[in-house]
């Protein structure tokens, strides 16, 4: 008579597939076509780029390469402890296409999230998120995601806007580039004036900065 071996649970635990993650906070977009809206903010560890003054003309203020590991499962309980009723999240970085899957938006779509992506658009994304956002880094030669609901450019004083884009975006942003002292007069007037001549883009500055929510 053959007889049923049972697993532990706490094995079948560890061979669950994990997300490297460095927070998971609740707070309010600052900045683009859905600024003021609430969300959790899920942000994955590690990127795929080194945005720093020689490379983009601007430092990186984001520190993403701690984090801790979770399970998918976890992941959702994370962030309905952290979001409470809220049921809108935005997944960013560092840069979220290293580890965003169609796992993680089949699952939080049956837990009845709203899913936004922040990328640099030079991965591949999974289908079916509700909104994603490109804010490019590099060349336009070099990006994945050709098609967003917005696309949103950092700029500091002396970068121009592309010529002609790739990215099918709806909203089309310039974003002053913030320092370490904050947003300078100069940045903001330069991008100012960058929209006044391309009025096909919006200015966004980031408010959360700005008004040091988190």
Not at 2 to 29: D, G, I, W
Not at 44 to 52: E, I, K, P, T, W
Not at 184 to 201: F, R
């Amino acid at each position: 008579m053959s007889s049923t071996k049972l697993v532990p649970v706490n094995a079948l635990m560890s061979h669950e597939k994990k997300y490297r993650v460095n927070e998971c906070f609740l707070s309010l977009q600052g900045e683009g076509a859905r600024s003021g809206s609430a969300n959790v903010f899920v942000r994955f560890s590690n990127c795929n780029l080194r945005c720093d003054i020689e490379s983009v003309g601007w430092s990186c203020d984001t520190e993403f390469i701690s984090g801790r590991d979770f399970s998918l499962s976890e992941l959702v309980e994370e962030v309905r402890k952290t979001g409470g009723n809220c049921r809108s999240i935005v997944f960013t970085g560092g840069e979220p296409a290293l580890q965003m899957d169609d796992e993680i938006i089949k699952k939080f779509h049956e837990e009845g999230f709203y899913l936004a992506i922040e990328t640099n658009g030079t991965l591949p994304l999974p289908e079916g998120l509700d909104w994603i956002c490109v804010s490019p880094k590099t060349a336009d030669h070099t990006l994945r995601v050709l098609k967003a609901d917005e696309v949103k450019y950092v700029r500091h004083t002396g970068q121009a806007l592309p010529a002609k884009i790739s990215i099918q975006a709806v909203h089309k942003f310039v974003s002053p580039a913030f320092t370490g002292t904050g947003l300078d007069t100069e940045t903001l007037s330069y991008c100012t004036q960058l929209v006044k001549e391309n009025p096909e883009w919006k200015l966004s500055v980031q408010l959360h900065k700005l008004l040091g929510l988190r």
